[in-house]
């Protein structure tokens, strides 16, 4: 389950997200649903599709449970699956061989 622990290692697409902060002071308190993720973007439908770079961004996410989490773009500015296996090898207590 996703929580604001947990979510840099999910998938992000079907959650809401707000930017808190931005290189573009234009796109700060920027709302909408995340329809779409690649490597350097986040794209949000908000009367139309938007498309945000991670990089120098922070986003605020609305979790299922109504939390709300919030992550640096610099963070997770990698593809889905390639933050999933940062995050593994970078889990205390995990085995190695």
């Known amino acids: 389950m996703r929580n604001e622990h947990n979510l840099h290692m999910h998938e992000l697409v079907g959650l809401r997200l707000r930017v808190v902060q ?6 700060v ?4 649903i995340v329809v779409d993720e690649t490597r350097e973007t986040l794209v949000i439908d908000a009367d139309g599709r938007r498309t945000l ?6 986003f605020e996410f609305t979790l ?7 992550l640096e773009g610099d963070a997770i500015a990698y593809r889905p ?7 593994a090898r970078r889990r205390p207590g995990r085995l190695t061989k």
Not at 22 to 27: L, P, T, V
Not at 53 to 58: S, T
Not at 64 to 70: L, R, Y
Request: net charge negative; aromatic share 0%; no cysteine.
């Open 22 to 27: 931005a290189s573009d002071g234009g796109m």
């Open 29 to 32: 308190g920027m709302e909408g």
């Open 81 to 87: 699956e390639d933050r999933v296996k940062r995050a």
């Open 53 to 58: 770079p991670k990089r120098g961004n922070v």
């Open 64 to 70: 299922e449970d109504g939390s709300t989490a919030v």
